[in-house]
């Protein structure tokens, strides 16, 4: 029986309660009987909602065939809130996934204006390079760049087929003046999720695509499109996961555009600790009054930090909950800690950087 945690105030935020109703997500936690070893995000329900997840699971632990399918956008720097995906890409690499990972240039070209030299660029020194860094063995990934995938562009002109424009139209919200190419784009999300399944891959299998509850209308799409070629292909309807969100230092959304919200994979131990220090707390104005009243770590970014990243240890994070809340711990130490963790963190990943840097460039020359 895995060890249980809670490491929020509130089972699932309300706004994503309301999406979980809504379309029909299904939550993360009744499945976790069925797993031995689930992830330390799985636990303490960062991963909160799921479609399907059962028959991935189900093939897992049958040792047959699965697919975990996931992108990445070359438009910016790799942050702490991407590495939540690569985590769990790790986990179920050690548990037998076919992994296919799509560099996502041509999104990042016609929905960001990046050329396709920069995003190749982007790709390797921000991403690639750092996710093997992280342990993730792309030797045994199927890593591909959208423009150069043939049979993701052919499917995705099939399968547009049967996608009308009132459809995407209601699910992106074109307008007028956008561009084609940005309009014909989700019709190539699509074909990524389900290319995996296409006889000259893998054949129909289960597949799954971790996400954030943003991403959810892709989702919905792409298994409405995979119902509607069930003739054609026999697709098996693309499962899914939903993750929190990791919010900004500054308490707002972590983005690469502004630097102040995130920790950078390569942000120089400098920069880590003006950044913790000067992150968005649930303390109290002055130490005094945060030894008698307690912090509210459930509007901390910094407990986030450890939930996230900095303490897979269950014990470990309830201890430093309770602290928080009883005032035991203030925040000027508790951010010192946070500090020490993530230098310590970054200093080794670093170093790792230094020797998959080469492995990364020489990976995405053979690439399909
Ligand atoms: Fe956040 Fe730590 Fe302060 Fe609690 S003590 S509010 S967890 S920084």
Redesign the pocket.
Known sequence: MPIRIDPWSAAIPKDYAKLMEEFGIEPFESLLDRMPKPHHLMRRRVIFGHRDFGRVLDAMFAHKKFVVMTGLMPSGRMHIGHKLVIDQLIWYQERGANIYLCVADLEAYSARDVPFEEARRLAVDEYLTNYLALGLNLDKCNVYFQSRSDAVRHLAYMLAKKVNFSETRAIYGFAGNSNIAHIFYPMVDVADILHPQLREFEGPCPTVVPVGVDQDPHIRLARDVAARFQREFGFILPSSTYHRLMPGLTGEKMSSSKPETAIFLTDSPEQVERKIRDAF???QPTADEQRNLG???DK?T??KLYVYHLMPNDEKLLD?REA?KSGA???GD??LRAIELMTKFLKAHQAKRKSTEAKAKKLVEKVY
């Open positions: 707390t649930g303390g912090g509210d770590p901390c910094v407990y430093l928080c711990i203030i925040c508790c951010k």
